[in-house]
């Protein structure tokens, strides 16, 4: 079963990289948006564009990056624990018993004799 926060990551990673695919096509192949929309593409010249273009490419392909990655992760990683869940542990672990440190290392009665080899004479 899916969490909220897988489903919220899993939409942050397809809207980052929709929009991503978007910048793309529309930078490098501007005619679409002609054929598909009826938006005539009007560019100032090659030079101001790459000088514009390249660094604002580079910028928001690392965001969207960051984007698909932070969606991914949330997509990807299990829900944690409800906090109910967790305070009643807690309170059970409270309720146990503690023993002493002496009673935990104290060793049955055999125990010892009944762990230890007999060694064979030597003559």
Same mark, same amino acid.
């Given at each position: 079963?899916? =969490?909220? *926060? %897988? =489903?919220?990551?899993?939409?942050?990673?397809?809207?980052?990289?929709?929009?991503?695919?978007?910048?793309?096509?529309?930078?490098?192949?501007? =005619? +679409?948006?002609?054929?598909?929309? !009826?938006? #005539?593409?009007? +560019?100032?010249? *090659?030079?101001?564009? +790459?000088?514009?273009?390249?660094?604002?490419?580079?910028?928001?392909?690392?965001?969207?990056?960051?984007?698909?990655?932070? !969606? +991914?992760?949330?997509?990807?990683?299990?829900?944690?624990?409800?906090?109910?869940?967790?305070? =009643?542990?807690?309170?059970? #672990? #409270?309720?146990?018993?503690?023993?002493?440190?002496?009673? %935990?290392?104290?060793?049955?009665?055999?125990?010892?004799?009944?762990?230890?080899?007999?060694?064979? #004479?030597?003559?």
């Amino acid at each position: 079963m899916v =969490s909220k *926060d %897988q =489903s919220i990551g899993a939409a942050i990673l397809l809207v980052c990289v929709v929009l991503a695919v978007f910048y793309l096509v529309t930078l490098f192949y501007p =005619s +679409w948006l002609e054929l598909v929309f !009826g938006i #005539k593409a009007t +560019w100032i010249s *090659d030079a101001q564009f +790459w000088v514009i273009a390249i660094p604002v490419f580079i910028a928001f392909i690392a965001i969207m990056g960051i984007g698909a990655w932070i !969606g +991914w992760t949330m997509a990807t990683t299990p829900p944690p624990k409800p906090i109910e869940e967790i305070t =009643s542990e807690i309170e059970e #672990k #409270k309720e146990e018993p503690v023993t002493t440190t002496e009673e %935990q290392a104290k060793p049955t009665e055999g125990t010892e004799e009944e762990k230890k080899p007999e060694r064979k #004479k030597k003559n």
